[in-house]
């Protein structure tokens, strides 16, 4: 994955991050928090996706298309839906 890729994947991430606020709700996250987990989400979907073989879309460098939006998406919705429920776990004393 070259510095493009990644640079793409990240710009790619804060939008998907957006969306998987929208799709299971930011869960008091802000809409910077659900932003930053989307970029998280997107770059660890990304990873898993190119581990597994699998069509990531490589999202840099003019490449960006519907595989990776998808795979941005899928990620940043399961960062998003995790950190809900770590967030939600959290006791208040």
Sequence with gaps: MSVLDLIAWIVLGAIAGWLAGLIVGGHGLGVIGTIVLGIVGALVGGFIASALG???GGAGAGDLNLVSIIVAVIG???VVAIAGLVMGRRSTV
């Design 76 to 78: 940043a919705v399961v």
């Design 54 to 56: 699998l069509p990531s």
